[in-house]
C-alpha cells in the first residue's frame, strides 16, 4: 500500500517560514520524481516545485528564490522549506510522488499566511 503522509504545515505570519515534510512508503523512493503542489480555495491546483531522481529542481515562478525543495532518499522523505511566505501562499500542500507509468498523491497539508 502506497502512502504519503504530509506534515508540517500550519499559521504564519507574512515573512516566515514552515518547512513541510512528505514521508513515502510502499514505493521505490529512488525510482520516483517528487513534487509539491498547492490548491488554494476556488483555484486549480498548481505546482510549486519538483525534483527529480537525479535531485535536479524545477520551482514555479511565484516561489523562485523563496522555496526549496530537498530529497533524503534513504528517509524517503521530500521536504518543502517555505520562507519570506506571503498571504497568497496560502493553500492546501499536496506531496507526489510519480513516473512516467503512475502518480500518487497525499492528502495534504494546510498553510495559512496571515497576520
Known amino acids: 500500500q502506497v502512502q504519503l503522509v504530509e506534515s508540517g504545515g500550519g499559521l504564519v505570519q507574512p515573512g516566515g517560514s514552515l518547512r513541510l515534510s512528505c514521508v513515502a512508503s510502499?514505493?521505490?523512493?529512488?525510482?520516483?520524481?517528487m513534487g509539491w503542489y498547492r490548491q488554494a480555495p476556488g483555484k486549480q491546483r498548481e505546482l510549486v516545485a519538483n525534483?527529480?531522481?537525479?535531485?535536479?529542481?524545477d520551482y514555479a515562478d511565484s516561489v523562485s528564490g523563496r522555496f526549496t525543495i530537498s530529497r533524503n532518499n534513504a528517509e524517503k522523505t521530500v521536504y518543502l522549506q517555505m520562507n519570506s511566505l506571503k498571504p497568497e501562499d496560502t493553500a492546501v500542500y499536496y506531496c507526489?510522488?510519480?513516473?512516467?507509468?503512475?502518480?500518487?498523491w497525499g492528502q495534504g497539508t494546510q498553510v495559512t499566511v496571515s497576520s
Open positions: 525534483i527529480n531522481t537525479n535531485s535536479g529542481t
Open positions: 510502499g514505493i521505490s523512493f529512488n525510482f520516483y520524481h
Open positions: 507526489t510522488a510519480y513516473t512516467t507509468l503512475r502518480t500518487y
